[in-house]
């Protein structure tokens, strides 16, 4: 039985930069861990392969600095390094010639699979007396996958010929990236010419050039969910297809709500809110009044504690939270749980969702939110667009509380959030594009706070001075002052 591993690792990954730009493609993490990852796990957990080899090449020392020799992940690895990853894929697999003298799985480390049935490849190899290739292979209802990496023909239980990007589909059969090859490609390989159109011998046109002239060319069929990981779309639909699976029961949802004497308001929002979450954490700043009493009456959990204001507040509370999703409101009911499902749907998406109260047609009368704040709002987000503008995000408030990420998304910017009072807010959106992260704005609905008054808007005064100290803190986190 086959005992050794290929991971392919040594693109530019140029189609999806920006992404790529400080990472090799495979360490772009799906649900909080890299692709090359995943992958090892899949030889790991469903083949029993513990011997893996990894071609690296760009940043290549990231993959190294990850993995190490594989101890922590259960595994040996050995890295073979491919000086111009260019040259193609097929090339690549020369550099393990002189290593491997046995049939060996390949896997693209630039793929996700999700719920994936690797393991068949072990009962169908015990029922070949012979291979040369084995393809993996997946029935697909989208054409445009099949356009985007390769099409097979299958005669007989055998494949008979491959096509590498085909024009014109003539079946559902989706080429992916595992393979099982024995030493017989390296021949293969440098007996094939290059492709006319990208120059270089594609792996594509060396199998299909093996299974034309009658080598024992085979299929494994793979269920479960596949992507192919070339572009930011691609990324970001791999992220979606990964995050959606099960999405309400794979996921804890904890909301967390600071609250500083917010009693004639605090029961009213747990109420509108816990029946959709898992939990409600009402994170109590040793309110004078009844807000610890009256948030436990409702059936939220209470903490209450002594820290300097606003953003210490919220970080204790995302600190403590249970959920693997983390959402943040109000604590005067300025927000609704009608919205709650459209952070949801796009957290599917990304790894933060933030609110803006800035949607005329969406502020209720009365709501705190006059022409100077919500242009101030404005401005401040176009003037972080700006300055991160690498990220393409796209901001209009910067102020609203009502925002939802990822567990793994906020341990990723914990240590990097220092704020206390309400420039935290900025702050978060900017340690989460500095992370690298998807930050996605979506309108939400925005109504008078009942009882009590903005502590940080409440007057002009006190809003030039909440501007200025996200002002301050937006130059300081991008020019490292």
């Known amino acids: 039985m086959v005992q050794i591993g290929l991971i392919t690792a040594a693109g530019k990954g140029m189609r999806a930069y920006p992404a790529t730009h400080f990472i090799p493609k495979v360490m772009l993490e799906i649900g909080g861990k890299p692709l090359i990852l995943k992958n090892i796990e899949i030889l790991r957990d469903q083949l029993d392969i513990k011997e893996i080899y990894i071609i690296i090449g760009y940043l290549g020392e990231k993959i190294r600095n990850f993995l190490g020799d594989g101890s922590t992940f259960g595994v040996n690895i050995h890295y073979i390094t491919c000086d111009d990853p260019s040259t193609g894929l097929a090339q690549g ?6 290593f491997i003298k046995e049939p060996f799985v390949t896997i693209l480390g630039d793929e996700l699979y999700i719920d994936s049935n690797h393991y068949n490849l072990l009962n169908l190899m015990r029922k070949l007396n012979e291979f040369t290739v084995i393809c993996g292979i997946q029935n697909t209802k989208n054409p445009q996958f099949i356009k985007k990496n390769y099409s097979a023909v299958i005669d007989n239980g055998k494949i008979s010929s491959l096509i590498e990007k085909p024009k014109v589909i003539t079946n559902n ?16 390989i440098e007996h094939t010419p290059p492709s006319p159109v990208s120059g270089c011998v594609e792996l594509t046109e060396v199998i299909d050039s093996l299974a034309k002239k009658g080598g024992a060319v085979y299929p494994l069929y793979l269920k479960g969910q596949y992507v192919n990981v070339n572009s930011i779309d691609d990324y970001n639909y791999a992220n979606y297809m990964f995050k959606s699976k099960d999405f309400y029961h794979s996921y804890t949802i904890s ?26 954490l009402v994170v109590d700043n040793s309110s004078s009044d009844n807000t610890a009493k009256v948030a436990r009456d409702h059936g939220a959990r209470v903490e209450t504690v002594k820290l300097t204001g606003y953003g210490d507040t919220i970080k204790y509370g995302l ?16 927000f609704r749980s009608n919205d709650l499902n459209k952070l949801l749907e796009y957290l599917k998406d990304s790894d933060m969702v933030i609110g803006t109260r800035t949607t005329r047609q969406m502020i209720e009368q009365g709501a705190n939110m006059d022409g100077l704040l919500r242009w101030g709002n404005v401005f401040v987000g176009k003037l972080i667009e700006a300055l991160w503008w690498s990220q393409e995000p796209r901001f209009t408030d910067v ?7 990822w567990k793994d998304t906020y341990l990723k910017i914990r240590d990097y959030l220092t704020s206390s009072g309400p420039e935290f807010a900025p702050e978060m959106m900017i340690e989460v594009l500095k992370a690298r992260k998807l930050v996605i704005e979506i309108p939400v609905s925005y109504y008078p706070r009942m009882g009590g008054e903005s502590k940080h808007s409440q007057s002009y005064w006190k809003i030039s001075k909440t501007a200025l100290r996200m002002l301050k803190l937006i130059f300081k986190k991008r020019f490292n002052l």
């Open 255 to 280: 909301v967390v709500i600071p609250a500083f004497n917010e009693e004639i308001s605090i029961g009213a929002v747990i109420d509108d809110l816990i029946y959709f979450v898992d939990e409600v």
């Open 173 to 188: 059969l989706l080429g992916c990236g595992t393979y099982v090859f024995t030493p017989e490609i390296f021949n293969a």
């Open 93 to 98: 697999l020369l550099l393990l010639r002189d």
């Open 399 to 405: 102020g609203c509380t009502f925002r939802g990420l």
């Open 319 to 334: 600190d403590h939270a249970i959920g693997d999703i983390l959402i943040l409101t109000e604590a005067d009911y300025s």
